[in-house]
Every structure is written in C-alpha cells, then in structure tokens.
C-alpha cells in the first residue's frame, strides 16, 4: 500500500499560470481533504470530499476548484495563481471504522507562485 | 470558526525528558487525533481518541481525551531525538465526511 500520493512534489508558477494538483489513495477510503500549510497558521481546509461524487468547500476555498475523479482520485486546481497561494499543500483521506475519520496524508506539494 | 488552542508553542527536551503539550478549545468535540509532522512530510497520525475520558498509549505516547471533551493531552516519556518535531492535534465533531479542526501545533527541538 502507498498510502496517500501527491503529485508534483514541488512547482514554481508564475501569476495567472493554472495547474492541477494530484492526489490518490489505495487505501479504499470514502473520503478525501485538500489543506494548505502556512508558517504559523497550521493546517487548513481548503475543499473536501465526503464520499465518490461529493464536494464541499472548507475554511479557505476561494481560487481553487476540486474534481472527486473516482473514489482513488481527488485534484485541486489553481484556475489563476496568485502569490497569496505559495504554500504547501496536503491530500489526505479517512475511513469509517476503526480508526472512524481519522485522515492519512500524503507528503505534500510545495507551491511557489511568483 | 473553532479554534484550537495547542501550547506550548515550541520546547526543548533532553534525551530520557518526559514531555507534556495539550489542546484546549471552547466546542466540544467528539474525536481527537494527535499528529506528528517531520520536516518535509505530512502529518503523521500518532494517537486518535473518540471518547470522554479515554487514556490511550502507543509506545511511549500516551494521550487523553479530556471529560469536558473540550480538551485532549499528550505526553512523551523519556523523550528520544527522533522525537523532534511538530506536533499537531486536531478535534472532529461530526460523522463522515466533517471537517478537522487542527491546532496551529507545538514544535519540539532538542536543547542544544
């Protein structure tokens, strides 16, 4: 099991540029988390995904869009960056169960918009 | 929205040092999770506690789930270098699906 992927790993844009952050996990959980980390303010919620075919917005969702692809699959897409949006952003996904919606995350991506 | 509210902030420990951090926060919630972040990575989940009163270890971790349920602890003992790091907690209030509420964490450096 990998766990929870993010691709890229790191990318440079410049201002207006767009892109599409990638995240997947095999882990067969139901719901999906999309959180930027800033020095100082912690993690927080940009979209989520409750289940396949759900999305909602979370604490800071303005200038990003989400696609719930499948139930692996969960993209966040910057339509015009902004520097306001350099920062490092973490996938994560959670299960009912056991362990009931305590969410894994992935090993980020780090954004620089320029 | 809600607040967590994780101190200390930052601390130094000694290699053998039992280490303590809490959260604290004005709504109750009904799942608490601590988290440990290394540089360069993403959280890693340490703990989860999902009711009132719960004490629960894992190797030298062990961390309560306050009854007021506005609270939760963590406590390292005797604390080893890998230690070093930031330490997150995070509460949930809701079923699937809901959204965590993280604390803006305490970073643990070894005294020089």
């Known amino acids: 099991n990998a766990g929870v992927t993010q691709t890229p790993k790191f990318q440079v844009l410049k201002t207006g540029q767009s892109m599409t952050l990638q995240c997947a996990q095999d882990?067969?959980?139901?719901?999906m988390y999309w959180y930027r980390q800033d020095p100082g303010m912690g993690l927080r919620l940009i979209y989520y995904?409750?289940?396949?075919?759900?999305?909602d917005k979370g604490e800071v969702p303005n200038g990003y869009n989400v696609s719930r692809l499948n139930k692996r699959e969960f993209s966040l897409r910057l339509e015009s960056a902004a520097p306001s949006q350099t920062s490092v952003y973490f996938c994560?996904?959670?299960?009912?169960?056991?362990?009931?919606?305590?969410?894994?995350f992935g090993p980020g991506t780090r954004l620089l918009v320029l | 929205g809600q607040q967590l509210n994780q101190s200390p902030q930052s601390m130094f420990i000694q290699e053998g040092e039992d280490v303590s951090m809490n959260c604290t926060s004005s709504?109750?919630?009904?799942?608490w999770l601590w988290y440990k972040q290394d540089p360069g990575e993403g959280p890693v989940l340490l703990i989860a506690?999902?009711?009132?009163?719960e004490l629960t270890s894992n190797g030298r971790l062990t961390a309560q789930f306050g009854t007021t349920r506005k609270d939760s602890f963590l406590n390292i003992s005797a604390s080893i270098p890998s230690d070093v790091g930031i330490y997150f907690c995070?509460?949930?209030?809701?079923?699937?699906?809901?959204?965590?509420?993280f604390g803006g964490g305490t970073r643990v450096l070894v005294k020089p």
């Open positions: 995904s409750a289940s396949e075919g759900t999305t």
């Open positions: 709504s109750i919630f009904n799942t």
């Open positions: 882990m067969n959980h139901n719901s």
């Open positions: 506690l999902y009711k009132a009163g």
């Open positions: 995070a509460g949930l209030q809701g079923a699937a699906g809901n959204k965590l509420t």
């Open positions: 994560a996904s959670s299960v009912m169960g056991q362990f009931r919606e305590a969410q894994y």
